[in-house]
């Protein structure tokens, strides 16, 4: 499957602050990928170093097998972009403001717009500033489709927007990818990346610390797993166990934490006489405090200096 996005030991530092380090992705053609950490983690940043929006301190970084640092505008006409911050010209409406990037590529198709501006439920008509968070942000999210581009690059698309909306923003971008085109999401939401993205990469501090994909990011997480007895839970064979931990007992229940796989609590639990099971499977807002939760104390870190928008 040919790559759309790929980077070679990527790196950003912004003097004495960290920025990104030795970041290596593959994006493949027509899937949706994730792009997941906490603010600060390096997400901005390596978005805006694919776009040469700034120039990576080492490394490569290549999109349409084009290096982003050498010829970044063959790379602009074949994306849609939707920063974190969408800040345009406040006297503007939202109509002119879509105009305006519409002519910048050569026109656009002005019914596919118009079903952009409708199924976003937008007023077009209000001037940008008039507009609260949400409606900018649909605005932009119009911008960036509506030229029915290649390749999405959508950092934190739907922040400020309404359930109902977001449900629309996931309608298209299905539309969008089944017509061959692939999507680089980047996002602190777990949920939403759940229902849409293929694959994911989950980037702490700057460095890459896994990529796989969304069903199995969950083995990561841990289990909430409930046994209970006819009479005392056989509470040291349990400890025996890998990845079991916080235990606790209470009458003829045993509560546990099962990290990883949950196959051998089970088959000891069969073994050991078990009247009842209860285990809660983890969700991937779980998966993330689990994968970020293990170590007690992480030093703080900018991913830009001040300034730089993340």
Same mark, same amino acid.
């Given at each position: 499957?040919?790559?759309?996005?790929?980077?070679? &030991?990527l790196?950003?530092?912004?003097?004495?602050?960290?920025g990104?380090v030795?970041?290596?992705?593959?994006?493949?053609?027509g899937?949706?990928?994730?792009?997941?950490?906490?603010?600060?983690?390096?997400?901005?940043?390596?978005?805006?170093?694919?776009?040469?929006?700034?120039?990576?301190?080492?490394? &490569? @970084?290549?999109?349409?097998?084009?290096?982003?640092?050498?010829?970044?505008?063959?790379i602009h006409?074949?994306?849609?972009?939707?920063? =974190?911050? $969408?800040?345009?010209?406040?006297?503007?409406?939202?109509?002119?403001t879509?105009?305006?990037?519409?002519?910048?590529? =050569? =026109?656009?198709?002005r019914?596919?717009?118009?079903?952009?501006?409708?199924?976003?439920?937008?007023?077009a008509?209000?001037?940008?500033?008039?507009?609260?968070k949400?409606?900018k942000? &649909?605005?932009?999210?119009? @911008?960036?489709?509506?030229h029915?581009?290649?390749?999405?690059?959508?950092?934190?698309?739907?922040?400020?927007?309404?359930p109902?909306?977001?449900?629309? $923003?996931?309608?298209?971008?299905?539309?969008?990818?089944q017509?061959?085109?692939?999507?680089?999401?980047?996002?602190?939401?777990?949920?939403?990346?759940e229902?849409?993205?293929?694959?994911?990469?989950?980037?702490?501090? =700057?460095?890459?610390?896994?990529?796989?994909?969304?069903? @199995?990011?969950?083995?990561?997480?841990?289990?909430?797993?409930?046994?209970? $007895?006819?009479?005392?839970?056989?509470?040291?064979?349990?400890? &025996?166990?890998?990845?079991?931990?916080?235990?606790?007992?209470?009458?003829?229940?045993?509560?546990?934490?099962?990290?990883?796989?949950?196959?051998?609590?089970?088959? @000891?639990?069969?073994?050991l006489?078990?009247?009842?099971?209860?285990?809660?499977?983890?969700?991937?807002?779980?998966? $993330?405090?689990?994968?970020?939760?293990?170590?007690?104390?992480?030093?703080?870190?900018?991913?830009?200096?001040?300034?730089?928008?993340?």
């Amino acid at each position: 499957m040919t790559s759309i996005i790929r980077t070679e &030991k990527l790196t950003k530092s912004y003097g004495s602050h960290r920025g990104i380090v030795d970041v290596d992705l593959e994006v493949r053609r027509g899937e949706v990928f994730g792009f997941l950490g906490p603010n600060g983690a390096g997400k901005t940043t390596t978005i805006r170093v694919l776009l040469d929006l700034i120039r990576p301190t080492s490394g &490569k @970084a290549y999109v349409f097998d084009i290096e982003s640092s050498v010829d970044p505008t063959s790379i602009h006409r074949r994306i849609g972009y939707l920063p =974190g911050e $969408f800040a345009l010209y406040d006297r503007l409406t939202g109509r002119q403001t879509l105009e305006y990037f519409g002519n910048l590529r =050569g =026109g656009v198709d002005r019914a596919y717009q118009a079903e952009l501006i409708e199924r976003f439920d937008l007023d077009a008509s209000r001037r940008f500033r008039e507009y609260s968070k949400g409606n900018k942000q &649909k605005v932009g999210l119009v @911008a960036a489709l509506q030229h029915r581009p290649e390749l999405l690059l959508l950092d934190e698309p739907t922040s400020g927007l309404d359930p109902l909306v977001q449900q629309t $923003f996931f309608g298209l971008l299905r539309e969008r990818v089944q017509d061959g085109a692939t999507a680089f999401l980047s996002s602190h939401i777990l949920s939403e990346v759940e229902r849409s993205c293929d694959r994911v990469a989950i980037i702490r501090d =700057g460095r890459l610390v896994q990529v796989d994909r969304v069903d @199995a990011l969950r083995d990561l997480a841990h289990h909430q797993v409930e046994l209970r $007895f006819a009479g005392e839970p056989p509470v040291e064979e349990f400890k &025996k166990l890998a990845g079991v931990s916080d235990l606790a007992v209470e009458d003829h229940l045993l509560r546990l934490r099962v990290f990883g796989p949950i196959t051998p609590v089970v088959q @000891a639990a069969a073994r050991l006489g078990v009247t009842d099971f209860l285990s809660r499977e983890p969700s991937l807002e779980e998966t $993330f405090l689990a994968q970020y939760g293990r170590e007690s104390a992480e030093a703080p870190a900018a991913e830009a200096p001040a300034g730089e928008v993340n």
